[in-house]
């Protein structure tokens, strides 16, 4: 059974860091490219974050470059999104998401939500 399942989701004041974890299973994470996607109400869901399966190479949306940091772990099945200087434009619920070699297979999880506010 596969599950991306993500944590560290909460409520933190604008300037304030949180540290997004995702735990995957039931599928090769080694060969996946891995995500984090946000989602605002009203607005399209967007990707904020990506890493290479070897985690090796990284990119970011212009919105977050210099703020956030993703980072993979194949040993532990683990990808995590570090975010500093938050800022309340940051709220969105935030997704995990994993693409197979050649997209052969994608999976997301079940989100959790980031609130930036004092």
């Known amino acids: 059974q596969v599950q991306l399942v993500e944590s560290g989701g909460g409520l933190v004041q604008p300037g304030g860091s949180l540290r997004l974890s995702c735990t995957a299973s039931g599928f090769s994470f080694s060969t996946s490219a891995m995500s984090w996607y946000r989602q605002a109400p009203g607005k399209e869901r967007e990707l904020v974050a990506a890493?290479?399966?070897?985690?090796?190479?990284?990119n970011y949306a212009d919105s977050v470059k210099d703020r956030f940091t993703i980072s993979k772990d194949n040993a532990k099945n683990t990808v995590a999104l570090r975010m500093n200087r938050l800022k309340p434009e940051d709220t969105s619920v935030y997704y995990c998401h994993a693409r197979g070699p050649g997209g052969s297979w994608i999976y997301w999880g079940q989100g959790t939500q980031v609130t930036v506010s004092s």
């Open positions: 890493v290479s399966s070897a985690g090796g190479v990284t």
